[in-house]
């Protein structure tokens, strides 16, 4: 077998650096379909998941893509799926299911812009609202935005470790700019990555609960096969699995599927600050345009404004406490994204009305220009 | 045992999961009927029940997955076949089984069906055919027969329907039969081998809904099953372009198709996979 590791230095695209990190947090099972700019996930994946003991399919469509990962990950196999847009769309039934059924697997959208077909090969971060709320109902995800290929390698590995440790699909939502961008990237020796894995059950078989939570608030998971005799369903079930079509056990459930991850924001939330210590200004910003963000931030300080960047690693669960302390202490916002203001409506609620929170987004198709961002602080200084 | 009353053991109580019962289906209903035979092929066929699934989509066959007292995963509308896919694929030395409707499979579900059949993934769907959408109170389905009334279809189905052997053959199954619940021998010695084929293997189960689809064509319980007595002819090895399903001119019942053919895994393994990596999908 071939490493599993790609060990080096390389000169790696955003989509292939995904990939890569992927099969490094122990991914062995990839359903995708085709879809720009994703392609070239599904196409890395089929190259080196046979070599590694894994096994790629490229499914009929978006829809039995994400049922196939759902599948896998409930055979014990660590899984993943690549899409864009219009792919993404057609995933979230089964997101649903992913996430009531508490099924560990990574959903990554390298975004491109819409509505509908859009622009294919042109990136956007539009998709940021779907992330959140895209299947029916009420429910917490993880997302992650990733600004450079290096990034997407490590935060692949995260978002493997999020999905084991939450017993959820968590979404990692890139874009065009990224996916398609070549830089330098360094895959570390195999032994310096250490992943997590789901939770195994323990005790007599015959008496496991599949989902009733452990002290830390997370259900061991039995895989199929293993002799547990579980049943898994997408309608509403209790601490064994089985249906129960009430309110109260709705309530029940709903919670549980919330509380894992509302109790756990210190632990899953990550975030970056650039100057933003003595900061009057502070932008948000996170994926592609946390380059351009950077980029404005030190050009107006050199223009005399006192300019900060707060990066979101992770954009779901949104940092709400880290924005209301912040606009505590800042004169305004401005929140950097290629759409026409979905973070920004967070900002916005969580600023509170205490400073202005102003938006620096278009609809897709390109990068911000830092240019737009430092005008944007020229007018708010 | 269970609260409700005096019942007495039943034979396949060791696969059943007993505090669920009752169950949702109604009285007349042939789902049962095609759940035990299933059940039964399952423990008569000598696989191993613990690395034995059972994957349902949505509706009243749906919910057969969660009857079954061994891992089974009842997931979303249509979907059963892409879930199951990707479950074998993950770990082959689980026996895969698709219990679910004809609505579930072949409406919502049906292209899943033709690349799943295609592509001859090692699974066994048992799909059971009322003719219409029981659940949702009898509305026309892919496969209610033409001129049929249903809540959809008050003045008669305009549509035709699927011959869903044909179809299953032509998208490339390994094994291919179909029989009515009144079979239930050779019902149960179908899933049987179908269990036992390698490869794609599809049963249609030809089942009465009397209070969804019989009550509005003249069909009351017990007729749907003399209909399924007198109107259906055997013919193993039928064209399966020649296997018919009409009330009036006949059902035709059988084995129709069961051939070896390389499974989409084998010929992964050979085509892409190298030898020196055949150890494959570390579970984690």
């Not at chain 1, 959820?168 to 961008?181: R, S, Y």
């Not at chain 2, 009243?60 to 509308?77: E, F, N, P, Q, V």
């Amino acid at each position: 077998m071939k490493p599993a590791v790609l060990t080096g230095e390389h000169f790696i695209t955003g989509d292939v650096a995904c990939a890569e990190g992927a099969l490094a947090a122990g991914c062995r099972f990839f359903a995708g379909y085709p879809i720009t700019p994703a392609t070239e996930i599904a196409e890395h994946m089929a190259v080196r998941l046979p070599d590694v003991g894994g096994t790629y399919i490229q499914m009929e469509d978006e829809i039995a893509s994400m049922a196939a990962i759902l599948g896998a990950s409930c055979a014990g196999v660590k899984s993943m799926t690549a899409t864009s847009g219009p792919g993404f769309s057609l995933m979230m039934e089964n997101l649903g299911l992913g996430i009531c059924t508490e099924t560990p697997c990574v959903v990554v959208n390298v975004q491109r812009a819409g509505p509908s077909t859009g622009l294919p090969t042109l990136g956007a971060q539009g998709d940021m609202m779907q992330a959140r709320w895209g299947s029916h109902g009420h429910y917490e995800i993880i997302t992650l935005a990733p600004s450079s290929p290096q990034d997407l390698f490590y935060l692949t590995i995260t978002a493997f470790d999020l999905s084991e440790i939450y017993r959820l699909p968590v979404l990692i939502m890139t874009d065009e700019g990224i996916g398609h961008l070549s830089e330098r990237g360094i895959c570390p020796v195999a032994s310096a990555i250490k992943v997590q894995t789901r939770i195994k059950p323990k005790g007599r078989k015959d008496r496991f609960k599949p989902f009733l939570p452990g002290p830390k608030g997370i259900a061991p998971m039995a895989n199929a096969g293993e002799g547990y005799g579980i049943h898994v369903t997408g309608l509403t079930h209790d601490e064994r699995g089985y249906p129960v079509m009430t309110a109260e056990a709705q309530a029940e459930m709903v919670a549980h599927l919330t509380n894992k991850i509302r109790n756990n924001l210190d632990n899953i939330i990550r975030t970056e600050s650039y100057r933003l210590e003595d900061a009057e200004f502070a932008i948000v910003s996170y994926g592609v345009s946390t380059r351009s963000s950077l980029a404005a931030v030190d050009e107006a300080r050199q223009q005399g404004i006192k300019a900060g960047l707060l990066r979101l690693v992770t954009v779901w669960p949104f940092p709400e406490e880290l924005i209301r302390e912040l606009s505590c202490k800042v004169k305004a916002f401005v929140t950097v994204e290629i759409n026409l203001g979905q973070i920004h409506l967070e900002v916005q609620r969580c600023a509170a009305g205490r400073v202005p929170a102003m938006l620096v987004g278009h609809a897709g198709g390109t990068v911000i220009p830092p240019d737009h961002i430092v005008e944007a602080l020229r007018n708010l200084n | 045992m269970s609260k409700h009353g005096s019942r007495s053991e039943h034979p396949l109580d060791d696969l059943l999961r007993t505090d669920r019962i009752p169950h949702i289906w109604c009285p007349g209903c042939g789902i049962g009927t095609a759940f035990s035979s299933t059940l039964i092929a399952m423990k008569t066929s000598g696989i191993d029940l613990q690395k034995t699934v059972m994957v349902s989509g949505i509706g009243c066959s749906g919910r057969g997955a969660g009857y079954i007292k061994l891992d089974s995963y009842h997931t979303t509308h249509g979907r059963a076949i892409p879930f199951a896919t990707g479950m074998k694929l993950a770990n082959p030395e689980l026996n895969v089984v698709v219990f679910s409707g004809d609505g579930d499979l072949f409406a919502i579900g049906g292209n899943h069906f033709i690349h799943a059949a295609r592509r001859n993934v090692d699974l066994t769907v048992v799909c059971v055919n009322n003719f219409n959408y029981g659940m949702t109170g009898g509305q026309a389905a892919a496969t209610t027969p033409c001129m049929a009334r249903t809540t959809t279809t008050p003045t008669g189905n305009p549509e035709h329907p699927f011959n869903l052997p044909f179809l299953a053959f032509a998208a490339g199954a390994s094994y291919v039969a179909r029989w009515t619940i009144l079979h239930t021998r050779d019902l149960t010695k179908a899933v049987e081998e179908a269990l036992l084929r390698r490869g794609f293997s599809f049963i249609e189960v030809l089942a009465p809904c009397p209070t969804s689809y019989g009550r509005r064509n003249k069909q009351k319980p017990l007729d749907t099953l003399k209909l399924f007595q007198d109107r259906t002819i055997t013919r193993h090895g039928c064209s399966p372009a020649d296997v018919q399903l009409d009330f009036e001119r006949g059902i035709t019942l059988g084995k129709f198709i069961d051939q070896e053919r390389a499974t989409y895994m084998d010929m992964y393994d050979k085509t892409c996979r190298p030898q020196s990596s055949m150890d494959r999908n570390r579970a984690v």
